[in-house]
């Protein structure tokens, strides 16, 4: 997918 | 969770810790720029509004709590307890030269209009460009002790392994976030000259790195 919602990143 | 970005968040933690300790040990922030060290703590603060409203994981949450109270640590350590060794009249980067651009920018490309997602937003752009102050500094002094070059060192690691994580996530998971990909290039680039200087010059053991 594009973008990231939620975020698992730092 | 790929060990790229497993490494990554260690390598982050690790820049942070060195940081905290060689000032907190030396009694002394000489060399360091206050102004870097309060954009990082706006960074994380803009970033992880999230903890009130998604639960990811326990190292998630571990990690942003970790992050955001040593960031303010360490600018509370920089601008109250050691003050006096705060190098001022060389920390003159002027920050609002980020700060616009960066609000800006993250108002018009961004994936959601909406506070919380524009500020995310906002803190992906400034933390590709928080370590600018630092490196001018740097640049202006001619020179930097070498505990600073491994911070720099570790904190240009992480992004550049973070960069390894989303090749390894765009081929296993089809995950792309571009936001993220190409402000972490541009961070990862801003290193590049402080790596063949850290390589070529501290890690053959000088005590200090000094400008040519």
């Not at chain 2, 990811?56 to 709590?65: E, P």
């Not at chain 2, 992050?67 to 003159?92: C, G, M, P, Q």
């Not at chain 2, 980020?98 to 997602?117: H, K, M, Q, R």
């Not at chain 2, 200087?197 to 000094?210: E, M, R």
């Amino acid at each position: 997918h594009f973008g990231s919602c939620p975020k698992d990143e730092l | 969770m790929n060990v790229f970005r497993l490494l990554g968040d260690v390598s982050h933690l690790v820049a942070i810790i060195i940081l905290f300790l060689k000032i907190f040990r030396s009694k002394s922030c000489a060399g360091i720029s206050g102004k870097s060290q309060v954009l990082f703590a706006l960074v994380f603060t803009t970033r992880y509004l999230d903890l009130f409203t998604s639960f990811i994981s326990i190292y998630n949450t571990v990690m942003k709590v970790v992050f955001l109270v040593l960031s303010y640590a360490t600018v509370y350590l920089i601008y109250l307890r050691f003050r006096s060794s705060y190098d001022s009249e060389s920390d003159t980067f002027r920050v609002e030269f980020l700060l616009v651009p960066v609000a800006g920018l993250s108002f018009l490309e961004n994936y959601d209009f909406t506070p919380i997602e524009i500020l995310w937003t906002f803190s992906i752009y400034l933390e590709s460009v928080a370590i600018l102050p630092q490196l001018f500094m740097i640049t202006k002094t001619g020179e930097a002790e070498s505990i600073t070059t491994h911070y720099l060192f570790f904190l240009g690691l992480y992004r550049a392994l973070y960069l390894a994580n989303w090749v390894w996530r765009y081929h296993t998971e089809g995950f792309f976030d571009q936001i993220a990909v190409v402000s972490g290039v541009v961070q990862t680039i801003f290193y590049c000259d402080f790596f063949y200087l850290y390589v070529t010059k501290v890690l053959k053991g000088n005590s200090k790195l000094t400008l040519p």
